[in-house]
């Protein structure tokens, strides 16, 4: 696993990533802080949790060890 931070059009949020024979499978955005943007922001929690999974997934694609 590995942690990396995302900027969302709402704020940054660190993202752990999982991480297979160099290729990331999932990624989780850090739950509080999607929280804490939502409310400042007033959109749902989802929203940004499934942007900042997009933006991870997209930016972080494999991963050289």
């Given at each position: 696993?590995?942690?990396?931070?995302?900027?969302?059009?709402?704020?940054?949020?660190?993202?752990?990533l999982?991480?297979?024979e160099?290729?990331?499978?999932?990624?989780?955005?850090?739950?509080?802080?999607?929280?804490?943007?939502?409310?400042?922001?007033?959109?749902?929690?989802?929203?940004?949790?499934k942007?900042?999974?997009?933006?991870?997934?997209?930016s972080?694609?494999?991963h050289?060890?």
């Open positions: 696993r590995e942690m990396r931070n995302v900027e969302t059009c709402y704020g940054q949020v660190p993202v752990k999982k991480i297979v160099g290729n990331i499978i999932q990624s989780t955005p850090e739950f509080d802080v999607c929280v804490r943007l939502a409310e400042k922001n007033n959109v749902a929690v989802l929203h940004i949790i942007e900042a999974e997009a933006l991870a997934m997209s972080f694609k494999t050289s060890t």
